[in-house]
T-cell receptor
Framework: AQKVTQAQTEISVVEKEDVTLDCVYE???????LFWYKQPPSGELVFLIR??????QNEISGRYSWNFQKSTSSFNFTITASQVVDSAVYFC????????????FGKGNQVVVIP | NAGVTQTPKFQVLKTGQSMTLQCAQD?????MSWYRQDPGMGLRLIHY???????DQGEVPNGYNVSRSTTEDFPLRLLSAAPSQTSVYFC?????????????FGEGSWLTVV
């Protein structure tokens, strides 16, 4: 069965600090997909990134970066130079190939950026 | 392009009442699903569908019913609402295939059962 663990529940940072969110996953499949979603205070889920299990390259998108390490089953997310608009809940999720796009979510990280 | 549309956005129900949360997508996606979000629990899968006429249970299906008569619509029915069903409900859709397609979510439906 697939499982996603996000250990930290709430993380507070001062604006312009970096923040890293840890995501550890479990799956028996060799082909799987990892996602990060952002949920701002307004409540909607915003897609941030999708990564397949065969692509271990790190990715950077603006102030966001992701570090995928199959050896440790981790897909960590870093926000560089945080801003107040980054205050949100961030979810890591996993779907398995052939799993009909069913997502297993972590419990989420509440990020609070203090101005 | 409306994407995934959920209605209603907010609803208050009395225990024992029934209601239907509507979900529609205009992207011709084969896959649709319903999740519920509870504090500290992340999102959990209730039911999903891989195409019209095909549905299956997810992690927390009890107390909910679904049907998929068209590709566009995937309503979620609460047969006899209970306070434990107070939650935020999200509908999602995506294309089929095994390449980890992007999964699109609706804006959520806030349901309170009193």
């Amino acid at each position: 069965a697939q499982k996603v663990t996000q250990a930290q529940t709430e993380i507070s940072v001062v604006e312009k600090e970096d923040v890293t969110l840890d995501c550890v996953y479990e799956t028996r499949d060799t082909t799987y997909y990892l996602f990060w979603y952002k949920q701002p205070p307004s409540g909607e889920l915003v897609f941030l990134i999708r990564r397949n299990s065969f692509d271990e390259q790190n990715e950077i998108s603006g102030r966001y970066s992701w570090n995928f390490q199959k050896s440790t089953s981790s897909f960590n997310f870093t926000i560089t130079a945080s801003q107040v608009v980054d205050s949100a809940v961030y979810f890591c999720a996993l779907s398995e190939a052939g799993g009909n796009n069913r997502l297993a979510f972590g419990k989420g990280n509440q990020v609070v950026v203090i101005p | 392009n409306a994407g995934v549309t959920q209605t209603p956005k907010f609803q208050v129900l009395k225990t024992g009442q029934s209601m239907t949360l509507q979900c529609a997508q205009d992207m011709n996606h084969e896959y649709m699903s319903w999740y519920r979000q509870d504090p500290g629990m992340g999102l959990r899968l209730i039911h999903y569908s891989v195409g019209a006429g095909i549905t299956d249970q997810g992690e927390v299906p009890n107390g909910y019913n679904v049907s998929r008569s068209t590709t566009e619509d995937f309503p979620l029915r609460l047969l006899s609402a209970a306070p434990s069903q107070t939650s935020v409900y999200f509908c999602a859709s995506s294309f089929s295939g095994t390449d980890g397609n992007t999964i699109y979510f609706g804006e959520g439906s806030w349901l309170t059962v009193v």
